[in-house]
Every structure is written in C-alpha cells, then in structure tokens.
C-alpha cells in the first residue's frame, strides 16, 4: 500500500496550492479518502475527506469554503484545492485512506506529508 502525497510548497497568504495523492496497493474505490494536517508544535488535526463515491464530503470549520476535496477512482487520485491560504494553514499535509470520515484511527492507510508553507 502506497500514498504518495505531492503539491506542498512556499507560497505567500491569499495565493493557492492544489495538493495530490496518488494511491496504490489497495482497492482505492472503496475507501474514504481524507486529509490531515499536522503544524509545527500541535497535533495534527482533521482538514477534509470525501467518501468512496464523492457524493459526500466534510470540511474543517476554518478551511470549509476554501479548500476543496475531490478524487478520481479511474487514476486512484485524490486532491486537495487550497485557495485564500493563510499563514494558519502552514502544515505537513498528509493523505489518508479509511473505513471512516474524522477520526485518525478510523484511517488504515497515510501518506508521507507534504509541507505547505504559508509566508505573511
């Protein structure tokens, strides 16, 4: 099993980042997908998912608006569009795969990271 996180990088406040995370060694289809963040000093913290069919998704209060989930089943892809980030936003972005939508142990399978800097 491989999540294979990319897209991370410095960018200055109000501009954007689009985050990808291609899957494999599992039946990607059938999983929720969700991203987490973990910033310097803090736990990390649930930021969006979206289930197996893309019907449905769920966003953390303070990103819900901004950022948006979506996947592709056909290349086992899911993504993360980051708009009007923030210095708050700066993180090592993580991808997930799981039986569930918020919690970590609901989640079977993560990625390595990718760190999103956000300069003021």
């Known amino acids: 099993v491989q999540l294979q996180a990319s897209g991370g990088g410095l960018v200055q406040a109000g501009g954007s980042l689009r985050l990808s995370c291609a899957a494999s060694?599992?039946?990607?289809?059938?999983?929720?997908m969700g991203w987490f963040r973990q910033a310097p000093g803090k736990e990390r913290e649930f930021v969006a998912a979206?289930?197996?069919?893309?019907?449905?998704?769920y966003y953390l209060d303070s990103v819900r608006g901004r950022f948006t989930i979506s996947r592709d089943n056909a290349k086992n892809m899911v993504y993360l569009q980051m708009n009007r980030l923030t210095p708050e936003d700066t993180a090592v972005y993580y991808c997930?795969?799981?039986?569930?939508?918020?919690?970590?142990?609901?989640?079977?399978?993560w990625g390595q990271g990718t760190l999103v800097t956000v300069s003021s």
């Open positions: 060694g599992f039946t990607f289809r059938s999983y929720n």
């Open positions: 997930a795969g799981g039986r569930n939508f918020f919690r970590e142990k609901e989640y079977d399978y």
């Open positions: 979206i289930a197996w069919s893309a019907l449905t998704t």
